[in-house]
Nanobody
């Protein structure tokens, strides 16, 4: 079992930055690829970013490429999402998740993740 807890969300003006953290307890995160997803009211959950077991490969949805950076520190059992140049359309609840799969096509699918955090709200004002 893995327990995931996100933090770092908040209210920020457009153009600003936030850094989300996802801390894990239970099994070590180094056994899982990690991803970030987001969901806005009335919208489906959306893949945002994913990172491979050791951090050598990262994947992003096109809308955040060049603005968001996913990283991980396996020694600290923590995954991060650095979000720069935030836009109002980035407003959502952000969730981190752990996946036993490793293929890029799997990491973009929520159903391929075994464990989820409770989410942290990010609100970007215009």
């Amino acid at each position: 079992q893995v327990q995931l807890v996100e933090s770092g969300g908040g209210l920020v003006q457009a153009g600003g930055s936030l850094r989300l953290s996802c801390a894990a307890s239970g099994r070590t995160l180094s056994s899982y690829a990690m991803g970030w997803f987001r969901q806005s009211p009335g919208k489906e959950r959306e893949f945002v970013a994913a990172i491979s077991l050791r951090g050598g490969n990262t994947y992003y949805v096109d809308s955040v490429k060049g603005r968001f950076t996913i990283s991980r520190d396996n020694a600290k059992n923590t995954v991060y999402l650095q979000m720069n140049s935030l836009k109002p359309e980035d407003t959502a609840a952000y969730y981190c998740a752990a996946s036993p799969f490793g293929r890029p096509e799997d990491l973009r699918i929520g159903a391929r993740y075994a464990y989820w955090g409770q989410g942290t709200q990010v609100t970007v004002s215009s």
